[in-house]
């Protein structure tokens, strides 16, 4: 009899963990997914130019469908939930230092543009447009896609080093605006 409730006790208890461990993993994932969408990462001030570049863009729900792709989407590595574990806490970590201990102000936007490759993810883009390419081997984007899936992508290059404003249309403009408007706000207040 003692060795039938040692057995009901561990089997209850493997069924009670597997059953938190599940809610667990469930919540775990509603915070990744609420905190990567486009209402989190622009609650600073520093990325109203991304935003609103990025309301302009087809990728920001400017298509016939209105499909969004949330933040998270490109920037961060979708290569396994592992990967996207650890860039989600790395960027959040760096972001939230940036905003909170440096002067956000001084960063350079247009110079940090030369750098969109460490920013944006090719296995998100691919995520998303994972049958590009099965469809380009018969159609007019066979040749500029050639090297990237055919050759084997021997000069390292990214998506967005060929696709430079995908994401955020009229970014540049957006940035310039509002570095304007900063240069505005500290000339009034002199």
């Known amino acids: 009899m003692p060795n039938t409730k040692k057995k009901i006790f561990v089997w209850s ?3 009670v963990g ?11 994932a509603d915070v990744l997914h609420a905190t990567g969408s486009g209402y989190t990462c622009t609650m600073c001030h520093t990325m109203d130019a991304m935003n609103a570049a990025y ?5 920001g729900g400017k298509n016939k469908l209105g ?3 949330e933040c998270s989407a490109c920037h961060l590595d979708h290569t396994s939930a592992y990967t996207y574990v650890l860039t989600k806490i790395k960027v959040s970590i760096n972001d939230g230092y940036k905003t909170f201990f440096t002067d956000t102000d001084k960063i350079d936007w247009q110079k940090k543009r030369e750098h969109r490759s460490h920013f944006v993810y090719d296995s998100g883009c691919l995520t998303c447009h994972s049958n590009l390419k099965d469809v380009i081997q018969a159609g007019k984007s066979f040749l500029p896609h050639r090297e990237y899936f055919i050759l084997g992508n021997k000069n390292n290059k990214t998506c967005v080093d060929c ?6 249309k009229n970014l540049g403009f957006h940035i310039d605006k509002a570095e304007k408007l900063k240069i505005e ?6």
């Open 185 to 190: 706000k500290t000339t009034s207040k002199e």
């Open 163 to 168: 696709h430079e404003n995908v994401g955020h």
């Open 55 to 59: 309301h302009e863009d087809t990728h």
């Open 18 to 28: 597997v059953i938190i461990g599940l809610i667990a993993s469930m919540g775990v």
């Open 13 to 15: 208890s493997v069924i």
């Open 67 to 69: 499909i969004k792709a």
